[in-house]
């Protein structure tokens, strides 16, 4: 059974940074396609950020430039460094495969404040 587990997030001020972690388990995750998402209040979740099994990622428009995705197969932890952050990037944020599986984990709240 799949289970991920998020870390990292807090209360951040604007251009601040923050580094999430996920932990997964119960899988073969080096050969598994990663990303994040997240899901602010009223809104669907989206995704972030993807990254392949070989290291290569991908970015959504609204973080391009200022996230970067990673990954450890060694760990089966995936990881976003989030730079000059923003108030429009407050949300839960959860880690997932790029086509996910049914079960997610709890997420890790990011609020971007002054």
């Known amino acids: 059974q799949v289970r991920l587990v998020e870390s990292g997030g807090g209360l951040v001020q604007p251009g601040g940074s923050l580094r999430l972690s996920c932990a997964a388990s119960?899988?073969?995750?080096?050969?598994?396609?990663m990303a994040w998402y997240r899901q602010a209040p009223g809104k669907n979740r989206e995704l972030v950020a993807s990254?392949?099994?070989?290291?290569?990622?991908d970015y959504a428009d609204s973080v391009k430039g200022r996230f970067t995705i990673s990954r450890d197969n060694t760990k089966n932890s995936v990881y976003l460094q989030m730079n000059v952050l923003n108030p429009e990037d407050t949300a839960v944020y959860y880690c997932?495969?790029?086509?996910?599986?049914?079960?997610w984990g709890q997420g890790t709240q990011v609020t971007v404040s002054s």
């Open positions: 997932n495969a790029v086509s996910p599986w049914p079960s």
């Open positions: 119960g899988i073969i995750f080096r050969f598994v396609a």
């Open positions: 990254v392949t099994t070989h290291g290569s990622a």
